[in-house]
């Protein structure tokens, strides 16, 4: 994984705006053969598309927009047994903790999945990887759109044992710890398939997070129990992977809510570290975390290790002027050192293909807001 050696990269989170022609292609895809030849035509030519953007807008290392998966986290329930959805069964958004009752006309009238649930899964049987074709496809379209660009560094995203089935119905294995390995076993498959591709793996993890207000309410221990066990089989997935070809990203959510029950990086960034990764991506631009460059002042980033922080947010319209950018980097550059610094964004763009978190135009002006404040921030920083 490249460093910051000689200047400030920069980087992102991964979920880059879907153009409309791919979704327009991805909602015809299973209606004959015709379409999802289609659609995997439109799927190629997004990414293709979006890399050049990226390189254009600035970013060192990019990736694939993730314009290949429906989602950042559903997507890994297609590519495992063991799962059925059901549709019908609606099950609470308790991972948005009492922001659910604290803001519930808020949640009623602007995010009706808050108020209201979503349809649920339910784990009915053994879970084992079944994605393998479909990873294949995915890592040679994103080689394909590749051709002809030369950035600094490719990364790839897959999501972490935490944030697959966290709201389904567990049915199947005898306890928790067994669920939730079974997860970590099938997703070691993916993890090592993206790393054997030549990508620098990216683990997005959410959900850690995100459980922390509605556990720690009935118990702090029980928060602290769920959590140790998730990144124990997260590192239990990352087995025979090189720490170095590893970024883990955690945050506390990409919806555009209040975010006043989100937990303080302070009482989880020792879990984070727990992981073993080579780089830490955090959410700290918007202004419910921006504050917690503080927590670095006491928290030493072990010896070989890269902070990825946010320095601009994707809530909000407003473009960061690169000069606040600049500020934000040097912060941690001063804290934990300038070569150990990616600068990024908080978190992705487009978490599901149908969402824009903002219009694409503002998008790509923060991508290169982020960039000209990195070149501005190595100018402070290297003279």
Not at 242 to 259: A, L, T
Not at 307 to 330: F, Q, S, Y
Not at 343 to 361: I, K, L, M, W, Y
Request: proline share 4%; hydrophobic share 40%; glycine share 6%.
């Amino acid at each position: 994984m490249k460093r910051s050696d000689t200047r400030i990269r920069t980087t992102h989170v991964g979920s880059i705006i879907r153009p409309q022609a791919l979704l327009d292609a991805a909602a015809k895809a299973k209606n004959s053969a015709a379409d999802q030849h289609a659609f995997e035509e439109a799927t190629r030519s997004s990414i293709a598309e979006v890399v050049k953007k990226q390189i254009a807008s600035g970013i060192d290392i990019i990736n694939d927009g993730e314009h290949g998966k429906s989602s950042w986290a559903n997507y890994a329930l297609t590519r495992m047994s063991g799962f059925e959805h059901r549709p019908n069964e609606m099950r609470p958004a308790v991972w948005l903790g009492r922001e659910r009752f604290k803001f519930a006309e808020f949640m009623a009238k602007e995010f009706p999945r808050g108020a209201i649930g979503s349809p649920t899964d339910a784990c009915i049987g053994p879970i084992k990887y079944t994605g393998q074709q479909s990873l294949k496809e995915a890592l040679a379209a994103f080689k394909e759109g590749l051709k002809g660009a030369n950035p600094d560094e490719i990364f790839y995203t897959a999501v972490a044992p935490a944030s697959v089935g966290y709201d389904a119905s567990q049915e199947h294995y005898k306890n928790d710890e067994d669920y939730v390995f079974a997860i970590a076993n099938a997703l070691a498959e993916e993890y090592k398939a993206i790393v054997d591709a030549g990508f620098v793996l990216q683990v997005d993890d959410a959900v850690l997070a995100n459980m922390y207000d509605y556990l720690t309410e009935q118990s702090p221990k029980k928060y602290r129990d769920w959590a140790e066990l998730r990144v124990a089989a997260l590192n239990k997935a990352l087995e025979g992977i090189p720490q170095d070809r590893v970024r883990y990203h955690i945050c506390f959510g990409s919806w555009h809510v209040p975010h006043t029950s989100d937990a303080p990086l302070e009482e989880i960034v020792d879990l984070m570290l727990k992981v073993n990764a080579g780089a830490y991506s955090i959410e700290a631009a918007n202004v419910r975390h921006e504050h917690e460059w503080h927590v670095w002042e006491k928290t030493k980033l072990p010896a070989g290790k890269i902070l990825i922080p946010g320095v601009v947010t994707h809530h909000t319209t407003t473009v960061e002027h690169p000069r606040l950018v600049a500020e934000r980097i040097a912060r941690f550059a001063k804290l934990v050192g300038r070569e150990n610094v990616i600068a990024s964004t908080d978190c992705g763009f487009a978490q599901s293909e149908g969402v824009q978190r903002v219009h694409p135009q503002v998008m790509w002006a923060k991508f290169e807001s982020l960039a000209e404040g990195a070149r501005l921030a190595s100018k402070e920083l290297w003279g």
